[in-house]
């Protein structure tokens, strides 16, 4: 059974840091491209993050460039999110997911970006 089980989420001021964790199971984690959604309040989900299985490739949403880190450790099934500078339109529910088939996604972490 396919779980991705986030972390690391909380209330942070403009421009500081989160580093969100995203733990994986049930599934040979080493063979997939993981990647991290984002959903603020009233919108729909938005990619931000994506890695693949061998970290050679790693992709951004515009709005996060230069700002947010993607990493793998395949020996910990952890996928992590280091995000620096946050903005208050950071703000949102970030999810962890995986296709396999079909989409798998976790329960989501929430981050607060406010003053």
């Known amino acids: 059974q396919v779980q991705l089980v986030e972390s690391g989420g909380g209330l942070v001021q403009p421009g500081g840091s989160l580093r969100l964790s995203c733990v994986a199971s049930g599934f040979d984690f080493s063979n997939y491209g993981i990647n991290w959604y984002r959903q603020a309040p009233g919108k729909g989900r938005e990619l931000v993050a994506m890695?693949?299985?061998?970290?050679?490739?790693?992709h951004y949403a515009e709005s996060v460039k230069g700002r947010f880190t993607i990493s793998r450790d395949n020996g910990k099934n952890t996928v992590l999110l280091q995000m620096n500078n946050l903005k208050p339109e950071d703000t949102g529910l970030y999810y962890c997911?995986?296709?396999?088939?079909?989409?798998?996604w976790g329960q989501g972490t929430q981050v607060t970006v406010s003053s």
């Open positions: 997911n995986v296709d396999i088939g079909h989409d798998h």
């Open positions: 890695i693949s299985s061998g970290v050679e490739y790693r």
